[in-house]
């Protein structure tokens, strides 16, 4: 039993990393035209449906970036698609840093951790305070993303203010 369930869990992770290849074109591609880095892209893939394009959320968010109905019409994109739901996610990400989170802190950690809460929970439930809503669920995911940003190894992250990139400095 050991050994089938070491095996079930090396697969999974050896298709997860396959997975996630796979869809590096889109991410470049997305990360190209929205400004997003493509790191902060895939650890977003990563935390909301670990590279599963038909994951669908109990709140009914679809695809790899999970995006809610709403969402995925108001940016235009098919979110069964991975290619669009990847363009969709990050043309978000891109609204929210522009619209909502650049304009309320020059200080680029707290604009990530924003810009993560705001994607997670909404923007309505970050604004006006500015802050990370008190729901367990996007404290636990805004650690999450940081904490793939960060790398199994620890390290810095570093936020451009002007494009959204990230940089990881080994720590």
Do not use: H, W
Not at 86 to 103: A, D, M, P
Request: charge should be positive; proline fraction near 7%; charged fraction near 20%.
């Amino acid at each position: 039993m050991a050994v089938v369930l070491g095996l079930f869990l090396f697969v999974s992770v050896f298709e997860a990393e396959a997975c996630a290849n796979s869809y590096d074109i889109y991410i470049s591609d997305a990360s190209k035209v929205y400004g997003i880095s493509p790191q902060l892209i895939r650890a977003i893939i990563s935390a909301e449906s670990n590279f599963n394009p038909k994951a669908i959320s109990r709140k009914g968010a679809v695809g790899l970036m999970q995006l809610m109905p709403g969402t995925a019409k108001a940016m235009n994109v098919n979110p069964l698609d991975p290619r669009e739901n990847i363009l969709g996610g990050t043309k978000y990400l891109n609204y929210l840093y522009e619209e909502r989170v650049s304009t309320f802190t020059n200080d680029p950690t707290k604009q990530l951790q924003l810009l993560l809460a705001c994607y997670n929970a909404g923007p309505e439930s970050v604004f006006p305070e500015g802050r990370i809503p008190p729901f367990e669920e996007t404290q636990a995911y805004v650690r999450k993303v940081m904490r793939t940003l960060r790398g199994s190894g620890g390290g810095n992250i570093k936020v451009s203010p002007s494009t959204t990139q990230v940089t990881v400095n080994p720590g």
